[in-house]
C-alpha cells in the first residue's frame, strides 16, 4: 500500500518543482521534526501553488498554522533560491520565468496526524479570508486512495542503485500513472522492513529487476528478493519478473542465473521515459 508520503511527492508531478526542507522545533523540551515543503510551478497556467507534508509531531498541537507562517517564504523560493524558466530566451513571446508565475491561492497539507477539527475549521475560515484555499490530505485521503490504487509491480533493486536508478524509475511509472511497490514510497519509519517487502512481493502482479553490477554482486536483500520472486513463478506456475539491465552483459546475468539471462529485458542505456513505456507495455499485456 501506497504511503501519505508517496502521494505527496507524485500528486503534482506533471509540474516543475522546487522543494525546501525546515526543522520546526519545540521550544519547550528541544524535540524537533522535518517539514517538506514544494513549491509547484505550471508554466501552462501561468500559476504557482505550494504543497506541505507534515510528519506526525506530538509536540505541537496544530503544526500547520507553524508552516502556514512560512508560506512567503516558500513563494519567493523562485526568486531568491532557484531561478527557473522556460521557453526560449531570444523569443520574448515564449520565455516565462518561475518568479513572475502568479500564486494561485492554493495550499495542500499532507498531515499524517488528523488535524483538531475545531482548529482545521478555523485555520480554513482564516486562510479562506486571506484569498487562499487549503486542502486537507491525511488518513481519510490515504484510505480512499489506497483503495483505487494497487501497485502494479515491485521495484527489486540494490540500495546502492536507489538514487540514480530505482528512485527516478519509480517516479516516471507514477507519472505515467503506473502504480509500483518502491520502498521509500510504501514503507515509512518504524515499519518491519522484512514484513513489507514479503507484503509488496505478495501482493504485487509482477516483478521489475533492475539488474545493475551492484546487484548482482550483492548477496544479502538483493539476492534473497531474487529467490523469493523465483520461487513465486514457481508456485503460481507463470512468468513474473520483468528485467531491466543497466551496465550489465548477457554473461553477467548469466553467471548470476541461467534462468534469467533467457528472459527478454529492456536496457536502461534506452531512456527512462522508454524503459517506462515498455514496462508499462509488459503490465498491461
Excluded at 517538506?36 to 508554466?43: E, K, T, V
Aim: hydrophobic fraction near 40%; include cysteine; glycine fraction near 4%.
Amino acid at each position: 500500500m501506497a504511503t501519505l508520503f508517496e502521494y505527496f511527492l507524485k500528486d503534482f508531478s506533471r509540474d516543475l518543482s522546487i522543494e525546501k526542507k525546515w526543522q520546526i522545533r519545540n521550544k519547550q523540551n528541544g524535540s524537533e521534526v522535518e517539514v517538506n515543503a514544494r513549491i509547484y510551478l505550471d508554466f501552462n497556467a501561468n500559476a504557482k501553488y505550494v504543497a506541505f507534508y507534515i510528519p506526525a509531531y506530538a509536540d505541537a498541537v496544530f503544526p500547520e498554522a507553524l508552516v502556514m507562517n512560512s508560506l512567503h517564504e516558500i513563494l519567493e523560493v523562485p526568486n531568491t533560491t532557484v531561478g527557473v524558466n522556460v521557453g526560449f530566451a531570444d523569443l520574448p513571446d515564449d520565455h516565462m520565468e518561475g518568479k513572475d508565475l502568479n500564486f494561485a491561492g492554493r495550499v495542500f497539507f499532507y498531515c499524517e496526524r488528523e488535524p483538531q477539527i475545531e482548529l482545521k475549521n478555523q485555520f480554513l475560515k482564516e486562510a479562506l479570508s486571506n484569498g487562499i484555499r487549503v486542502i486537507f490530505r491525511s488518513e481519510e485521503y490515504l484510505k480512499r486512495r489506497n483503495a483505487l490504487e494497487k501497485p502494479q509491480a515491485f521495484i527489486s533493486h540494490d540500495s546502492r542503485d536507489k538514487a540514480d536508478i530505482a528512485g527516478p524509475l519509480a517516479i516516471q511509472l507514477q507519472k505515467f500513472m503506473c502504480p509500483v511497490w518502491y520502498d521509500e514510497f510504501s514503507l515509512k519509519v518504524g515499519d518491519s522492513l522484512r514484513a513489507g517487502i514479503e507484503a509488496g512481493l505478495r501482493e504485487s502482479p509482477k516483478c521489475i529487476l533492475i539488474l545493475t553490477p551492484n546487484f548482482l554482486s550483492n548477496s544479502g536483500w538483493g539476492k534473497r528478493e531474487y529467490d523469493s520472486i523465483f520461487t513465486r513463478e514457481l508456485v503460481e506456475n507463470k512468468q513474473v519478473i520483468l528485467p531491466v539491465w543497466v551496465g550489465v552483459s548477457a554473461s553477467d546475468v548469466f553467471r548470476y542465473s541461467p534462468i534469467l539471462a533467457d528472459r527478454l529485458a529492456v536496457d536502461w542505456s534506452l531512456g527512462i521515459e522508454e524503459v517506462a513505456r515498455r514496462l508499462m507495455r509488459a503490465l498491461n499485456a
